[in-house]
């Protein structure tokens, strides 16, 4: 009788260690701490426990600050890091996004380490402070305290990126092969990259879209200054919507072909970004709407595209194949070519006559030999070239 | 005095390479691509193969042959935590047996059986996995049977059976066995599985990290993904350069060469739980007093490591990080201590 009743218990024990639970089963969230309780019977019949503590017990703020380096024509991007004072950890890695290459990466001491993150475009900064890398109750930065001194430099333009956050775990996570599949998808979910940090939105390089369609940056003009307002960066609604304004205005101006009154609305933009520069806008706000705007003032002055340019723009499309057909690609550079042979005599009439050949010649091939894009590109610029030159009378 | 053998009997069979018709003397089997590939549209003692559309040409004697169809190879079976089986991990095959008199035997029995070959796969055990872990065979032919590692089925009305296989979890090559008895005579025949994680590659000996943890069961044990091999080679070049003072980083096990079920003690049984897709490595943390490794415990210069304590290494910890690997305790405050990255 006595040996049922040890079988009967041996089934009981058997089906509620391997049938019966779920995740809720094995994981317990501990309030007090914030961390997750663990615990499973192994398959030699052990009791695993393991505390898993997240690295998001942490209230972080990060202010960043863009200026531009005039000698190296690079943009230089400062982030000061704050824990607030809800923090229940020290801060101890920042990490964020960039989307073009950085160089010069400034950090605050010896004891913050910068790397790239193989997977992700991502810099990351760490700290600490033991000998050879121990763990250290110090590392980081204290709950109600900052730290400047992060930042780097890009040729890319300032845009709204992603940064990561992870506070310092007091011991690194223990834990055992032959776990329940609930609790590995646990850890698959919390304990990863970037499940396990704290994310916030900041400024970071990326490159000019290209080609480079002026009204299609209005576009994102309009974006950056929207979201500006939804991450408190722009402090009321209407300056966000005076903003707005001013970019849509350019793209009415832009699409009607009236350039000077494109340019004369974004210097205005300049103007306005510049007095309300700390009071209505944030450093941040700030840097997305006068780098981007300086950025197509350029391109509005540069989009005067030497024919030198459109031939070169021509021979890489090939290269990409974006231009399937080497014969229609060498009859569109001659076209070019004959065009500034009849610039370099004072006929622009002639010029323009064989660069209406060209648009014949593009329209006839697209779809069939040439990309969108490159056909996009090259009818904007070709066309803009011929009313620069005048129409042939 | 010059001896004479009796000449065996002679099986004829179509030769589709060469177009004619051939004979091998008794006990050879026909060469595999005439055997399973005769003309088509023979009328006369012709089988066509369950499964496949080929056909092929028997003569009188009794002969038993069981097949895997290529490329003969499939992944292990893999617990649902490595993501499992889905189509493109298929760790099951279609075995063709077939016993025939010129024209098929039905409704006789035929054991089919799986023997691991070693060594492969990266296990040079002496002994063969227990039947039960050597995967699932169903049959299918007059009769239906299940059975691991072996199963006895009778064969359909044209001496055929079809048998899944259900690969182990251990990679490594199989021999799949058919035999059967017919006229107190035991035919047999043979064909071979391979069952592994395709793809992965070995972890080189360079200067800037020591491979450690070969055994005489395995004594391969550094197979891991390609891209998991770039990572693990980007820690230990980092730490490698970061940090000059510290003893570069000792890499333990990964995977196998075929992948699969990593039996670290050698007895076909976990641990390793982990280990099998070549994303799982092991490194080595110092025991002061003992042996060097990534430092973890503190105080360093302790003579006696059971009188020291884990604090970890977050400089070792960071680098796993930004090269995608999460860096875990295992086998805590023991000789087994170290550090499992999970890629």
Redesign the interface.
Known sequence: MKSYKIIFLMFLLSFFTQVGFNADNYIQFIPETGDYKISFYQ?NGDLFVTIFEPATKVDPFVHSVVSFNTNVNSYVYHYELTNSVSSKQRL??FSVEHYTPVTDIMSPSSSW?A?????APIL?W?N?R??????HPK?GIAPDSSQSGFGFESKGLPTIVTCYFRG?IS?????????P?EV??F?QTH???PANTVQRKTLGPKAPPFPFFPAAFLDTLVSYTRQSGGLGWIADQQTSEKYETRFHSAQTALQEDRLDDTRQTLYQVLQEVQTDSGAALTSEAYALLCYNTVYLLSQLQESEVSLDDLIAYIRQAFEEGKITNKGIANSLIAKLETAGKHLEKGKPKQAVNVLNAFLNELEAQHEKHIAGEVYDYLKENVTALITRLGSPE | MKRFHPSPPETPFYDSRKGVDRSLSGGQSPPDDTSWGGTPGRSKDTYEVPGEHVMMYIGQPTQLYIRIPEPKEIWPTL???DGGNPDNRNNKESIHVLLIEGTGIPDHDVEITVQMILPSGGHDHTNQPPTEMRGLLTATGGTTATGNGEVTARTNAQGGITVTHAAPEFGGRFELIARAQVQGKILEDRDTLTVRVPDLVELPEVNYYELIGRTNDHPSNHWATQLVME?IQ?IAM?WFL??P??SPISINDISLEYGGLFDVTGNWR??????RIGTDVDVRTALPGLRSGI??R?P?DATDWAATT??????????C????G?????S?DSANEH??IDF
């Open positions: 398959e101890r890695v380490r790397r790239y993150f193989r997977f990351d760490a600490s033991g000998e050879s890398g121990l763990r590392d310092g011991k690194t996570f223990t834990f055992t092969e032959n776990a599949i590995e998808e850890l304990g990863k990259f | 617990r649902d935590r990572n980007s980092a970061l940090y003072n510290e976990p641990p390793h739980s982990s280990h430092p973890t503190t360093r884990w604090v970890g290494n977050i400089n070792f910890e960071d680098i990080r930004v090269f995608n999460e860096p875990e305790l295992h805590p550090y499992h």
